[in-house]
């Protein structure tokens, strides 16, 4: 059980365009999930919260206007970067919040590689 | 604020060997603990958490880690290492339930397991 998935497992793309990237618990309902970005051989860096039916709660420093949140179902999250740059290029992780044991499931992240 | 110190960048360790990750954290009440391994190129899989109760907590894949709250300390250990074990291990604290569970992730430990 608390299996999370990711889609797309790696991306590639041109310098302003959007990428979406899809979170999804498969065998729990979540609330609350989580993304996270990774440098290399970093740890990871909370970027912003994401709660069912309501705005994201973004953490310091991360820009909400580029990174898009959505929330809109107990088993799906979103995360969109919008206008990519090459300093965007990053390993992009999100977790669920499991509400039965308080614990997060991370996903199997998503490499962005932006042109 | 919370914080984790893993004081241990890269551990090189033999296989059959045991092993101690260190994880230090900072919080001003009882924390949530968690350790997750995570693969190269892949996202974080939990290997034990702690919340109350029994101090020594037993997790997936052999490992135990135990809670020393006059330490503020919860370190990682393993009987005998498999060349499998090799990994990036992170050390985690959360403040609380639902959307306080936010984790603060130390720096990682890279392990190293030679045959």
């Known amino acids: 059980g608390a299996v999370v998935s990711q889609h797309p497992s790696w991306v590639i793309c041109k310098s302003g365009t959007s990428v979406k990237i899809e979170c999804r618990s498969l065998d729990f309902q979540a609330t609350t999930m989580f993304w996270y970005r990774q440098f290399p051989k970093q740890s990871l860096m909370l970027m912003a919260t994401s709660n069912e039916g309501s705005k994201a709660t973004y953490e310091q420093g991360v820009e909400k206007d580029k990174f898009l949140i959505n929330h809109a179902s107990l088993t799906l999250s979103t995360l969109t970067v919008t206008s990519a740059h090459p300093e965007d290029s990053s390993f992009y992780i999100c977790s669920a919040l499991s509400p039965s044991t308080d614990t997060q499931y991370f996903g199997p992240g998503t490499r962005l590689t932006v042109l | 604020a919370q914080s984790v110190t893993q004081p241990d960048i890269h551990i090189t360790v033999s296989e059959g060997a045991s092993l101690e990750l260190r994880c230090n954290y900072s919080y001003g009440a009882t924390p949530y603990l968690f350790w997750y391994v995570q693969s190269p190129g892949q996202g974080l899989q939990l290997l034990l958490k702690?919340?109350?109760?029994?101090?020594l907590v037993q997790g997936i894949k052999g490992f135990e880690a135990e809670f020393k709250r006059s330490q503020s300390s919860f370190n990682l250990r393993k009987p005998s290492v498999h060349w499998s074990d090799a990994a990036e291990y992170f050390c985690a604290v959360g403040a609380g339930s639902g959307t306080a569970s936010k984790l603060t992730f130390g720096t990682g430990t890279r392990l190293q397991v030679t045959l």
């Open positions: 702690y919340f109350s109760g029994d101090t």
